[in-house]
């Protein structure tokens, strides 16, 4: 996983920490190919990792909270994005049950 901790301000960083430990906390192996940032277009800061169908992120405005931890698929064919708190779900196994029925969806 790469970032730039340089390009990212006090309160960016602090939601990337809180990222990570969201994403270790559902067992994500941190070790693949992925990235660790800001959007430039929404202000987002995201946690994306190669190996899994869907990215961690949080929003510009949020507290250190699960709910602010939002769980978000990305549908390569049609552009559809889809958006779902991560306190909606009760680990990633649920979380690859949302991706699936968004599949069969799109």
Sequence with gaps: MTTNFE????WEIEKAAYLILKAKQLGM???????????????????????YPFTLFMP???ELIDEDVFVNYFDSETGEE??????DFSGIN????????LENIF
């Design 94 to 101: 649920e979380i690859y049950e949302w991706v699936s029925s």
């Design 60 to 62: 510009i405005n949020c």
């Design 82 to 87: 889809t958006d779902q708190a991560l306190s």
């Design 29 to 51: 192996d941190l070790n693949s190919y992925g990235e660790l940032s800001v959007n430039k277009n929404s202000g987002n800061t995201y946690l994306w990792l190669e190996d």
């Design 7 to 10: 390009t990212m301000c006090p």
